[in-house]
């Protein structure tokens, strides 16, 4: 199961934490990533890790603005969202892939939602 949380209405510029619980994944097997779907807009990968080897990807729309963690010990997987712009407003979900980050999850959590307006 995949529980994501940690969305909620920011203003331009602020930052928001989502936390993904993955319970019953092991995150030396499994590739965690968030995707996020806007109104009209197709789904986007922006971020994956691979805990067994360190692997971390970004979307470019969000490199150097987002940070992705892990905790195997909790089986958490953190999006550390900065700088936030009115464009990164989606639903985010969470979700897990067998060992890569190929873009295409055999998992797909709940989605929350995030908001960038002033």
């Known amino acids: 199961q995949l529980q994501a949380s940690g969305g909620g209405l920011v203003q331009p510029g602020g930052s928001l934490k989502l936390s993904c619980v993955a319970d019953g994944f092991t995150l030396d097997y499994y590739a965690i990533g968030w995707f996020r779907q806007a109104p009209g807009k197709e789904r986007e990968e922006v971020s994956c890790i691979r805990e067994s080897d360190d692997y971390i990807n970004y979307a470019d729309s969000v490199k150097g603005r987002f940070v992705i963690s892990s905790d195997s010990a909790r089986k958490m997987v953190s999006l550390q969202m900065n700088s936030l712009k009115p464009e990164d407003t989606a639903v985010y979900y969470c979700?897990?892939?067998?060992?890569?980050?190929?873009?295409?999850?055999?998992?797909w959590g709940q989605g929350t939602q995030v908001t960038v307006s002033s």
């Open positions: 979700t897990a892939e067998h060992y890569y980050c190929s873009g295409v999850p055999n998992y």
